[in-house]
Structure formats: C-alpha cells, structure tokens
C-alpha cells in the first residue's frame, strides 16, 4: 500500500498552470465564527437571524447551521446600536461616528448611510413600521423613515424644552441627553417612553403632542415640573395673568437631579410597568398608566405615517420656534408626575458603590401566560411584577461583570434573595437578548448573553423560570430545586481552534477524489433544540452567494486542531464552511482522569491524502483518507523507536489511523510529510527533531536540533529539493539530481539546521535494516496500515 501512496505523490503537488491570478489577490472570501471584538447584540424573531456588531466596524449576521454572512462598515467603527427592521432585509448599525447605516442583507451592501449632526445617545426601531427613533446628546427626539433601503428624515422632532418645562429652558446649552427610547406596548405607533439622563422618564404622545405621565427625578424636580405645568395650563386657559418666569427665577437646570439613568426596559407585557437602571448601580421599577385597547382602525404603519409634521429646530434660529402644545399638555393630572418608583432593587446587596447597570432585558413569565392568559384589566395587568429581568452590571467594584437574574414576582421582603441568581462567568458582559419563543410573544425561549472576548452562551428561559419558581417556593435559597439550566455554546460545541492550514487539492489528486466520494458530513454543529423542547432561536438564512473558486479548480481545503483533540477538514470554496471529514481525538489514558489532549501541529497531503496530527502531549499521529471500510492494524512506534502493532480494529470510512509516534515527551510544534520520498518530521517544544521513513516505519533520525544551546521550540519544519553536483559532468550537464532535505526553524533563532533525508547519517542504514526485519514480521505489503484481510 505504501509504495502505491507513495508513486502517487512522486509528480509535482501542484499541477503546472493550476495557480492563476485570482488565488494571488488578497480578499475576505470566508470568515466563521463570532469576532473577538464582538461588542452588541441583535436578534430578529421573524427570520431567527442573529447579528453580532463589533468594535471595528464588522457585523457578523448568523443563520441556521453554518449559513453566516460578513458585512464590514467602510468607516471602520465601532458598533453602537444594532438593530434588525422588523420582517425585512434591513438592518441598522448606528456607529460611535454617529453615522446611521442601512445594511441590505439579501446581497450583504451597503444601501443608505445618514451622518448625524451630533451625538447619538438613544435608538430604537419601531415594531411592524418602517419608522426609526433617535435620541441624541442635546435631548431631542426624532424620528426617520425607510424606504426603498433610503433613509428619509420627518419633520418630527421633540425638544427636551417641551417634555421638561420648568427644568429645560428654551435656549439652554445643557440640556440632558435622550438616553433610552421604548415603544409602548398595545400603543407603539403612538407612544413612546424617553429616558433621559437627568432621570426624568416622559411617556410622550406622539399624534396629541402632550406629556402624559412623568416618572423619575427627585422630588425637586417634579415639583418644578409641576409649577411649570400650572403656569402653562392657567395661561393657555386664561384664568388668570401668569408672568413669564425670568431667567433669574429659575434654579440651575442640574440643580436637585436624581441618579443619571443609563438603561430601562419594559417589564410588562402591557406597557405599564417598565424597570430603569441607574449609574449608580440600582435598579428601579416604576408604574404607568394603562395604554388604550387596541381597537380595530389603521394600520401602525397608516398610523405612524399620520404624525404631524412639526417645525424643525436645526433650521431656525434660538428662540424663534413655537412648539404646538395642547392645553395641559405639560401637566400630568393627579399622580400622572412622580418621583416613588413602585419598588427599588440591587443585584447585590451590602453597602458602597457599585457598577452601573449596563443591559436590562426582560421576558413574561410562560406558565402564567398559559394558565392565565395575557388578559387586560383589573388584577391581571396588576401582574406588574411578574417575569424575569435580566441584570448586566450593578455589582461591587473589584468583581467581574456577570449577568443576574431577578424574579419580579418574588421582590417581598425576605424573598429576594430567593428570587435572584446569577449566570456563570464566561468572561466580561458586552450584551444580553431575548430570543422570543413565537412572533409578538413576550415569552422568550432563549437567552443569548454575548462575553468578551467574542463569546455567545445560550440560556434554556423555561428552565431558567422552572427553576427560579421551585427557589421561591422552597423554604430556603440551599434547599432542593430543579438546577439551573446549562450554557450552551452558540459556536460549535467542539471546542477552541488551536491549529489551523488552507491549502489548494486540484481535482485529480488522491484526497479531492476521495473527499468527493466520502458522503457529506450531516452531523449538526447545533441541536435542534434547547433543553425544554424549545426550537433552536437561530435557524433562519439562506444560500445567497457564488463560489469564490471556481469548481474546476479543485477543494480549497481548512484543516483545523481543536483543544478537545479532533481535526476537522472542511470546504472553503463557497461563503459556507462544509466540513468534509474528521479525525477522532485522542484519548490521554495517563492522567487520573481520561482527557483529550489539544492538537498543536497538522499536515496534510492532497496527492497521498495522508494526514500528520500532533498533539501537546507530544503524541503524533498518521491518518489515512479512505472511502472504504476495513479492518486495520494501527502501527505503534515506541519512545525509543521500538516497533509494535495495535489490536486489529474496525475503521470506518474517512480518516483511518495507521500509525503512532511516541518518542517526543513535549508538545510538538511542527510537522512536515514529504510523501514523495516517504518521510516525516516532527519538531516539539524543547527544541527536538524527528525524522521518520514512512516505507519501514522506522526512526532515521531523533536529535537536538542546536546542541549545546538553549533550548528552543522548533517553530516549523519544511523539506526543500536541493542540487546535488553529479560525479558524472556530462550527466551533470544535462541534469540534476535532487536530494531531498529538512529545514528546522527555531522559535528565537535565525540559523536554521539541515538534516540530510534521503541521505541520512551513518547510523541510517543499521535504522533501516532494523526497520526492514521488524516489517519481515507484519507480512509482505504490510508496512504501515497493512489490513487485516489481506487489502
């Protein structure tokens, strides 16, 4: 078998006239997996799309197994807010140059990009509309169209003057900025919830132009909010001559401010309750009034495109412009201005400061949906405190970042710390979202929790509500309860690459014939669905690109080395990484514990279609690519080169294990096939160089590659043809000889050490005799992988 191998590889590994001008020119043609400078987090519930922004400017969009997309920003910055327009090609990225980019993701190009005039600071989409809403650091609200993939700009735009009279004068430079935005629920089309950073929270109606309910800020500052409501009302009614508050009469703007408010959610499925973290670390929850039924009427988008246009504040100059209010507009009546949040929380308790709270997402409690229904009305929306809210932040200074999980249903006293439980630490927090269960459903099948660097963690949301329920059920936090559900990783399971080579199999070639025959790899790199029965969230995408390489041309071919000891072989000549074929790990008997060792080093050859894997453990192993069945022998070389045989084994087809070497003790670093002369080297971490003949299994050479120096790993390993001078002139006239050599590269060092292959050292051929008697006793044909059956 191997002299069948081994003629096989003796032409050019690269047919003359394979390599053309395309395979020269540097471009991203593939890229798998989620960045390390992943930083946001977006989720489309209607095509089950997941999309990672970064710090660079890259957007990473995923679909079902395997089907992910690329988009990379021309400005190269960072990702601030990242939003999918709901059930359609579009998605924005608002980066930290405030330019508001339309991503087309049917063919991944850009479509539209609009440059803000300053600071962004709050974002949002609306639901089932093509209406976006902006926020920026001068606290005006203001709202875009798309259309066509174009971006248009209302004229509707709220400043902060009108929202907070009384606390923002007309002319002001130091306005709060417009920290959050959120669309009420059961009224999204026509309210909205802004936050702003000097704490005050405005439920804005967006067609009667009017405040109708304040929440937040201190006690000073609702009152100023009142007493500016009064004036306004007794002087739009007439009731009395109310004069015109000087600048002297008001207090400093910043005067009395409550905590600055860095994130809010909703925490009702009704828009009546929504939860608000502040920079100080606490959490506050805080009571609206009930949005109207929907009625049967326009559409939201009909809806949204009926907002009055109002004037423009760029445009005219300080002081000029006269909002349209309706009488009581900045009044909210009876307890509609409020400074008491329905109840304050922390993620950890104790005193001192904490972190701010970065993320809050919330999702309704399944169990009571199901049972109950989401029912309007009396005591059912008063479940004002049900659900889950997921916590990023709000922890003591020193401790890293996690994720907490707060029950709202079980906020008593004495039941809080039952109801709260913090998620494993994988790393620093960047992101959390809510994946929902069905399209509109504020129940969530799945969260998604993003940690640097450029990690994703799913999150089972039933198991995670069984679980809280059963804790707040016990009679104590240790007492016995379902346990929480397990991460899983959104990338493949496997484990980290730690090892990886591209290379080129021209069709012809042993390993594209045999990888072309060997069926499709239909193994999944994600279940089909989480541990509660729930559908995997990120199943949506499709085929929507043309190969890079042409298929004439051959497999361009990724071989990579994980940490859990398996290597992968996989196409890389479409946008779609197909994984072709395997190798199984190896199983490290030594220690207490069986593990997996990592792989470190790998090889391929596409003419013999053989496979070299070295491991951290120093163990190196020789596969060959088959398309048969068959029963095999595993040759074994010992650490001092000793010779033995496996127990026979069945081997499936693909990648079929011939032959282990033993003699390195450190990790190797590199490894080399020149198949053509049917040699192996292996280089490892104290600085050591191996040279195995592939024909006898025997070791040629195992030595120091500097002796007498430090030691130093051998970074790489690469064999060379070189001239030898002929003793014949005339022969050497017309032709060369070649010999066949290895270079040893170092790690820390430039020279580099040649080792005579072809022509080994004198103790070579005693090695090689040694080698031919050992192969006497495995039977004729049988040096390496002979099989059992005579094949």
């Known amino acids: 078998m191997l002299k069948r191998l081994i003629a096989k590889a003796l032409p050019e590994s690269v047919p003359a006239g394979s390599l053309r001008a395309p395979h020269l020119l540097p471009r991203l043609a593939v890229h798998h997996g989620v960045p390390g400078a992943a930083s946001v987090l977006a989720y489309d519930?209607?095509?089950?799309?997941?999309?990672?922004?970064?710090?660079?400017?890259?957007?990473?969009?995923?679909?079902?197994?395997?089907?992910?997309?690329?988009?990379?920003?021309?400005?190269?910055?960072?990702?601030?807010?990242?939003?999918?327009?709901?059930?359609?090609?579009?998605?924005?990225?608002?980066?930290?140059?405030?330019?508001?980019?339309?991503?087309?993701?049917?063919?991944?190009?850009?479509?539209?990009?609009?440059?803000?005039?300053?600071?962004?600071?709050?974002?949002?989409?609306v639901p089932d509309t093509s209406f976006l809403y902006v926020g920026d650091e001068t606290g005006v609200f203001s709202v875009l169209e798309l259309g066509g993939g174009r971006l248009n700009k209302r004229p509707y735009s709220v400043p902060p003057y009108v929202t907070m009279a009384g606390l923002v004068r007309q002319d002001s430079s130091r306005a709060p900025a417009l920290i959050g935005i959120l669309p009420q629920p059961e009224a999204y089309h026509s309210r909205v919830l802004l936050a702003y950073a000097n704490s005050i929270l405005t439920l804005w109606?967006?067609?009667?132009?009017?405040?109708?309910?304040?929440?937040?800020?201190?006690?000073?500052?609702?009152?100023?909010?009142?007493?500016?409501?009064?004036?306004?009302?007794?002087?739009?009614?007439?009731?009395?001559?109310?004069?015109?508050?000087?600048?002297?009469?008001?207090?400093?703007?910043?005067?009395?401010?409550?905590?600055?408010?860095?994130?809010?959610?909703?925490?009702?499925?009704?828009?009546?309750?929504?939860?608000?973290?502040?920079?100080?670390?606490?959490?506050?929850?805080?009571?609206?009034?009930?949005?109207?039924?929907?009625?049967?009427?326009?559409?939201?988008?009909?809806?949204?495109?009926?907002?009055?246009?109002?004037?423009?504040l760029a445009a005219a100059p300080s002081g000029s412009v006269q909002f349209p209010i309706s009488p009581g507009g900045m009044k909210a009546l009876g307890e509609e201005i409020s400074s008491q949040p329905l109840v304050r929380l922390q993620v950890q308790g104790g005193k001192g400061e904490r972190s701010p709270i970065t993320a809050l997402r919330w999702c309704a409690d399944a169990r009571r949906a199901a049972e109950r229904g989401l029912e309007r009305g009396g005591e059912r929306v008063g479940e004002r405190g049900g659900g889950r809210l997921y916590v990023c932040g709000g922890e003591m200074p020193g401790l890293p970042g996690s994720v907490s999980v707060v029950q709202l249903g079980g906020l008593e006293e004495g039941m809080r710390e039952k109801a709260m439980v913090k998620l494993p630490w994988f790393g620093p927090v960047a992101d959390v979202v809510v994946a929902p269960s069905t399209l509109g459903s504020m129940c969530a099948s799945a969260i998604l929790v993003l940690t640097f660097p450029g990690q994703v963690h799913l999150y089972d949301e039933p198991g995670m509500e069984e679980h809280l329920s059963a804790r707040l059920l016990s009679p104590s936090p240790s007492s016995h309860a379902p346990a929480p559900p397990e991460p899983v990783s959104f990338e493949n399971p496997g484990s980290a690459v730690t090892t990886g080579r591209l290379?080129?199999?021209?069709?012809?070639?042993?390993?594209?014939?045999?990888?072309?025959?060997?069926?499709?790899?239909?193994?999944?790199?994600c279940p089909s669905a989480l541990s509660h029965g729930t559908k995997w969230p990120v199943a949506g995408g499709s085929f929507g690109q043309q190969p890079e390489i042409s298929p004439e041309d051959g497999l361009c071919l990724y071989i990579s080395g994980h940490r859990n000891g398996v290597t992968h072989i996989s196409d890389l000549s479409t946008p779609l990484i197909v994984p072709l074929a395997s190798a199984p790990a190896h199983l490290n008997q030594g220690d207490d514990q069986p593990s997996y060792t990592a792989v470190t080093a790998v090889d391929f050859c596409a003419v013999s279609a053989l496979l070299v894997v070295g491991h951290e453990d120093g163990l190196v192993e020789l596969f060959e690519l088959s398309t048969r069945r068959r029963t095999l022998c595993c040759q074994i070389i010992t650490e001092r080169g000793g010779y033995e045989q496996a127990t026979p084994s069945e081997c499936e087809e693909g990648f079929q294990m011939v032959a282990q070497f033993h003699q390195h003790r450190a990790k190797v670093r590199s490894v080399a096939l020149a198949t053509g002369v049917g040699r192996l080297a292996i280089?490892?971490?104290?600085?050591?160089?191996?040279?195995?003949?592939?024909?006898?299994?025997?070791?040629?050479?195992?030595?120091?590659?500097?002796?007498?120096?430090?030691?130093?790993?051998?970074?790489?390993?690469v064999f060379a043809a070189l001239p030898v001078p002929s003793s014949d002139s005339s022969s050497s006239s017309s032709s060369s000889s070649l010999s066949s050599s290895l270079t040893s590269t170092s790690s820390f060092s430039s020279s580099s050490a040649a080792a005579a292959a072809a022509a080994p050292a004198a103790d070579a051929p005693s090695a090689r005799s040694a080698g031919n008697q050992r192969r006497g006793s495995v039977g004729a044909g049988g040096g390496w992988g002979r099989g059992v059956d005579g094949v």
């Open 45 to 125: 519930p209607v095509q089950r799309l997941l999309a990672v922004g970064t710090r660079d400017g890259r957007i990473k969009v995923f679909g079902h197994d395997g089907i992910e997309a690329l988009l990379c920003s021309p400005a190269k910055a960072a990702c601030k807010f990242l939003e999918f327009v709901c059930n359609s090609e579009y998605m924005v990225q608002v980066t930290m140059f405030n330019a508001i980019e339309i991503w087309r993701l049917n063919d991944r190009q850009l479509a539209d990009s609009l440059q803000w005039e300053v600071n962004i600071t709050a974002f949002s989409t």
């Open 205 to 312: 109606d967006l067609h009667s132009l009017r405040v109708l309910a304040t929440r937040g800020g201190s006690e000073m500052q609702c009152t100023r909010l009142s007493e500016a409501g009064d004036r306004l009302a007794d002087l739009l009614t007439g009731r009395r001559n109310v004069p015109k508050p000087t600048e002297e009469d008001e207090e400093d703007e910043q005067d009395g401010e409550g905590p600055e408010v860095s994130c809010l959610s909703w925490a009702c499925p009704f828009g009546s309750v929504f939860a608000v973290g502040y920079s100080n670390g606490e959490i506050a929850l805080w009571g609206l009034p009930h949005p109207p039924l929907r009625t049967p009427g326009p559409s939201p988008s009909t809806s949204c495109s009926s907002l009055p246009s109002l004037p423009s």
């Open 503 to 525: 290379m080129l199999a021209p069709w012809g070639m042993q390993a594209s014939h045999v990888l072309s025959q060997l069926p499709r790899v239909s193994e999944t790199r």
């Open 683 to 717: 280089g490892d971490d104290n600085g050591m160089v191996s040279l195995v003949n592939l024909d006898t299994f025997t070791l040629i050479c195992y030595r120091e590659c500097h002796p007498g120096a430090a030691s130093s790993p051998i970074a790489a390993t």
